[in-house]
């Protein structure tokens, strides 16, 4: 609590939720036209030789792709879909609230800058969030720069929305090797492919969306296909449509549907240690708002303070890479607002240079 003298009067600021959105109006990574007509992410050599040479302490090897579910039953299901957020996301999320079920959403970078409340959504109704790079591109087709590129600044967009960096991502069109495996791990990721194709992708705005996807799943329940994930859509609203069909077909036959994360039994979806100290000791993305209610909690900050200057302090940038990678621009500019009372009952809005304020002299 703190006494602000205002006149005669005197305010009392009684620091409660704060609330920041990412304003990603803010920054707009740059693309190039490839021959083939793609829009590529331009890439930064300055990046790939820090994810390269540093991080011994927390580098693994890459692992193999995942799969399959792993347990902790055999009638587990691992229902998840790509290419969100967009049109078909609310129809999903509208379904597994009803059921109080939750799958896997492998969000887009550029898709999750226009439709950041759709993500938000989903992570606070436990739905596991993860990466499907910024611009959707044929990883083994791209350079390393971009491929590290693609995967940064995906990550840091769903960072800038729910606050944490995933550690596993699905690659376009499965397209990866051991390059593209070990570029990922470099930043902490490990790739999550499929073990059953619903075809909805080939089928999007088409009558026969609506008879291929059930008969496919049809066919393999009937076949007792268990501890399967499933690769589905929710770009367009007849493919989150169709997969809400598909999920009662699973429900019926007895299968129990399961983010990636509980069906092969990792509690740690988040702990990407490698992204944070990216950012962390770039200096690029200091403030810890995010876009979730956050308690004002002077104690939190200054662990979170604290965990900041020792990361940096671990981490060397040289001078040519510290320059090259201010070029990342973010979105730490967000707009931090909160409610404060007087000690008459009626209340104003304290910016955020009061914010900051409060923070130093708490």
């Known amino acids: 609590m703190l006494l602000i003298p205002i006149g005669l009067a005197v305010v009392v600021v009684v620091p409660v939720a704060v609330r920041a959105k990412a304003d990603f109006s803010a920054w707009t990574p740059s693309t190039v036209t490839a021959p083939n007509g793609a829009k590529n992410l331009v890439g930064n050599t300055a990046w790939t030789a820090w994810f390269k040479n540093g991080n011994q302490d927390l580098r693994r090897q890459a692992q193999p792709e995942i799969t399959r579910c792993t347990g902790p039953t055999s009638n587990v299901w691992g229902a998840s879909f790509d290419d969100g957020p967009a ?17 896997t959403f492998w969000v887009i970078g550029a898709h999750v800058a226009k439709r950041p409340e759709l993500l938000l959504r989903a992570y606070q109704s436990g739905h596991q969030i993860g990466i499907h790079t910024w611009t959707h591109p044929r ?18 967009a ?32 490990t790739s999550v492919l499929w073990s059953k194709d619903s075809q909805d992708w080939q089928n999007t705005h088409s009558a026969s969306l609506n008879t291929v996807v059930p008969s496919n799943f049809r066919t393999w329940l009937s076949s007792g296909s268990m501890l399967d994930i499933s690769l589905q859509h929710d770009l367009e609203q007849d493919e989150g449509q169709v997969a809400v069909t598909a999920m009662n077909m699973l429900l019926d036959a007895g299968r129990v549907i399961k983010p990636l994360s509980e069906c092969i039994g990792d509690d740690t979806p988040y702990d990407n240690p490698i ?33 900041a200057i020792a990361s940096i302090s671990a981490t060397s940038f040289n001078t040519a890479t510290a320059t090259a990678t201010q070029t ?10 909160t409610e404060t009372k007087s000690s008459t009952g009626g209340s104003v809005v304290v ?6 304020l409060l923070v130093l002299l708490f």
């Open 87 to 103: 049109e078909g996301t609310p129809v999903l999320l509208d379904y597994f609230d009803k059921k109080n079920l939750q799958a």
């Open 139 to 156: 990883l083994r087709e791209i350079s390393d720069d971009e491929i590290i590129a693609e995967l940064v600044y995906s990550a840091r």
């Open 158 to 189: 769903v960072y800038a929305v729910i606050g944490v960096y995933p550690k596993y991502f699905r690659p376009p069109y499965g397209n990866v090797d051991d390059r593209v495996r070990n570029l990922a791990a470099l930043v902490g990721m």
């Open 275 to 307: 992204l944070s100290r990216f950012f962390e000791a770039s200096g690029l993305y200091t403030d810890r708002w995010g876009t979730n209610d956050f308690e004002f909690d002077r104690n939190a900050l200054s662990s979170a303070t604290s965990t």
């Open 328 to 337: 990342l621009v973010v979105a730490a500019d967000a707009v931090v607002k």
């Open 351 to 356: 910016t955020s240079w009061l914010i900051m």
